[in-house]
């Protein structure tokens, strides 16, 4: 006769920093396998990313009845997200008290879905693990919009504002086109990006062959030359009555400086960004007399869950299960990440990244991938880009509008 | 033995005013019909609205090729509009040069797309037609965003920007309900409606019997209160954690001016750069302390063929055709409008409007579709506006965006 004896440790998962339309779909990808591959232990969800277990506010997963596919369909951050910086290994007050937290529901397993910053936390999280002595390996999950981690080749949740951009600045584009005879030339869309232009690059990716859709990209990356900018603007519009201009709101001046500031400052010490769309319009009207519009996306670009890209998708879940792979693996500090196999066709696979590489880093626009004029994308940015916005997984709709019916959650607390 | 003499006149189609993610399937609607009603006459297309007849250029449709069910799939207006006012019919040179155009082209069918200005341009050229002794039906076919045309029941145009604001509304809601716990708490969407706030109520359509998605909905029915709103925003952040606020763009003051105004001049001594959401959210900022975030849908909005109410599409193709059965019939100065059946289950028919009762004139929300808060719509307003946009259909997508690939079209100077 046997006996089997398992101690299988609990697991704990947080969403962090700003949402996407797919992280819910790592959560899946993540839940679904630890729940399979763990199927004696439990898994607890933090309510607003870590301070949910400071608070001792956890979801316990297990008692969800609805199914986890409902994730999939879902954007924001089903289990709330935070930003919030954790303080130096020093402070060892704090970290006892986070052990002791995980360590009230036996949990051996820390994953952290997040950006830069959250890469950061994850690692010191792993790090306090091992100071103080506490069995935990800290796994981080990757998610931003921004697309701005290290060394992953693109990051889940790019892909489907990527998809948005492209697809909004087409469809306005079409309307400048047919209004541009009697009355608005110019438009201006502004997107997000702090200090990488990847999202505002994917305004390229609405041009192709026969047609250019968008005329102008502004990126962080390079300082932004009015002068050099008003003359092409008119060029445009001199060439095809109108032109439409995606910009990045971590735009600088000249010198360097963000064109539009703004005085806000983030937990992170970041500036709070905002109000460059209007500020771009204003020069058109002042310098150039021609009639405009302006939009700015702002979170409409990272939630829209309707127009989300599968191959995005696909990749968020990935690395939700990936994660729970590297934990099986007895792995720590590390984080799964997306490795381009080829780009025609286009193939990826999961690999493995050292949170020391990526926390706090900030990969930005390779020169390469910016034409020469600096106000467009190059053919190797394109071809990068291309492959993450395809592919549709429309949300099933009720009542004219996605239902995006999430999960009951239950929470416990400790 | 018989002889069929036929002299079946052609047609003028135009597009007018802002444009829709619609108004190409009423050109289809319309398009079609006439070529399989009036099968030995052609139709003319003119570039850029009225302007493209004055200056002699229309598009020959008996020569393109390309199917015309593309235009179910396009935003923009693919002939291209205008914003242009006509002249009293005391200006006799300007009108018998109109006719004179349209004579080079035996036309005596003139279809006009468009909202309350073009309904006067339209019942203009009908008034002028008769004065002047030309052989003419002048036929409005109706279009707008803003759903404010008088005596039909709806717009096309409308409902899918109705679809776009209440899915818009509810992503970012769900966006912000993630963050607002250690971030933003608010967020505005600014949406478009100069003097009617149709498209703002469509957010209390994100709201469902469990859950509300937008707590806020700013008309320019209602008068703004800033400190009732202020106390509202509050008790929102304080039950909820966060308030989502749609701010139609012609919110008035307390005197009934408009709220959001560019002749405000900064500390630089520039005008401020404008943007009621931007005016909103510094407010909350500024009185509240409060983070918040906002968007500026603008043209976004209405060129949103991915996300088009297939209710919208089919009344935007069933006003085109009806065009074609009131020329046929010899009306002329009158406009298909759409008039509902019942509400439950939605039905609808169209129906005959005279551009004397339409052109200029401007519907708004009616009392009784508005909260007694004056910040949320009733339920009679609900009732109105959820049939509108039921029903999906996505465009085709190629390469990760839609295609939108339109017709040739063949340009015919006169």
Known sequence: MEYKITV?????YAQSGGVTSVINCS???????????????????SKNGIVGLLEGELYDLSKTKK???????????????????LPSLEDEVFYKNLFDQLEKLFIGYFFYNGGNDSADTCLKVAKAAEKFGYDLKAIAVPKTIDNDLAVTDNCPGFGSVAKYVATSAKEASLDIKSMCKTS?????????????????AAGELANNAEETFVHKILLPEVNFDEEKFLNGIEEDVNASGYSVIVASEGLKNKNGELYSSNSEIDSFGHSQLGGLAPKIASLITNKLGLK???????????SARHISSLTDIEQAIAVGKAAVTLAAEGKSGVMPIIKRVSNNPYDWQISEGDLTEIANE?????KNFISECGFRIAKEGITYLQPLIQGESFPKFYNGIPIYEGLDLHLRKI
């Not at 299988?8 to 704990?12: E, S």
């Not at 199914?67 to 997200?81: R, T």
């Open 8 to 12: 299988m440790k609990n697991a704990f």
């Open 27 to 45: 959560a899946y990808g993540l839940i679904s396998k630890f729940k399979k591959d763990f199927s004696e232990a439990n898994i607890y969800a």
């Open 292 to 302: 405009n519009h302006w939009s700015v996306a702002d979170y409409l670009q990272r």
């Open 67 to 85: 199914p986890l596919e409902n994730l999939l369909e879902m954007p924001g951050g089903i289990f709330g997200s935070c930003r919030y910086k």
């Open 362 to 366: 900030e990969k930005t626009l390779p």
């Open 184 to 200: 608005t030339k110019v438009f201006v869309l502004e997107v997000m990006g702090r200090h990488a232009g990847w999202i505002a």
